[in-house]
């Protein structure tokens, strides 16, 4: 069986704020693949990023950056100087290589101006 | 390049009545998956189709069922609906596992 928690439900920044979204799994494969997907009001998912098991690189994009540490099963999120616009529903993802997903629950974050 | 589509954005069903949601894939993308999301579940995986084959399924029961064509699309069928059953619909299409899925808007379906 696997598992995403994200134990933040709901996070209030001011905007410019820097703020980290965790994100914790648990599976029985050695090879999956994580992602994090911002849904805005209007209910579609964005995709924004998407990790191996075995890359364990950080990646930066703009003021978004996610940490991958195997070893404690995490895949954190952090935006950079937040903006109103940032403010949505964060949801991270594992899928094992059979083809399997698994969401968290979701981060509500609200950036105010 | 035009995005995943679903038909129709919103239903509203009656108990026992059953419906079918409809799915269009990003051209090129051959997986298509499917997925439920309602305020107290949460976003929860329904089953995957790649090349008209069903590749995965949750934990879903068998009122929950899909099939995929020759172009991609996929359509998704619930039987003898109940309250429940009432959340977004989100279809997703990537050109294979694991790529990056693209979603869909969603179809919205209300059970009355």
């Known amino acids: 069986a696997q598992k995403v928690t994200q134990a933040q439900t709901e996070i209030s920044v001011v905007e410019k704020e820097d703020v980290t979204l965790d994100c914790v799994y648990e599976?029985?494969?050695?090879?999956?693949?994580l992602f994090w997907y911002k849904q805005p009001p209007s209910g579609e998912l964005v995709f924004l990023i998407r990790r191996n098991s075995f890359d364990e690189q950080n990646e930066i994009s703009g003021r978004y950056s996610w940490n991958f540490q195997k070893s404690t099963s995490s895949f954190n999120f952090t935006i950079t100087a937040s903006q109103v616009v940032d403010s949505a529903v964060y949801f991270c993802?594992?899928?094992?290589?059979?083809?399997?997903?698994?969401f968290g629950d979701g981060t509500t974050l609200t950036v105010k101006p | 390049k035009a995005g995943v589509t679903q038909t129709p954005r919103y239903l509203i069903k009656t108990r026992g009545q059953q419906v079918t949601l409809s799915c269009s894939p990003i051209?090129?993308?051959?997986?298509v998956s499917w997925y439920q999301q309602t305020p107290g579940q949460g976003l929860q995986f329904l089953f995957e189709y790649f090349s008209e084959t069903q590749r995965n399924k949750g934990n879903f029961p068998g009122r929950f069922s899909g099939r995929q064509f020759s172009n991609s699309r996929s359509e998704m069928n619930v039987s003898t609906l109940e309250l429940g059953d009432s959340a977004l619909y989100l279809c997703a299409s990537s050109l294979d596992r694991p790529s990056g899925y693209t979603f869909g808007s969603g179809t919205r379906l209300t059970v009355v």
């Open positions: 599976t029985r494969d050695t090879t999956y693949y």
């Open positions: 051209s090129g993308h051959r997986s």
């Open positions: 993802a594992l899928t094992t290589n059979a083809g399997k997903s698994t």
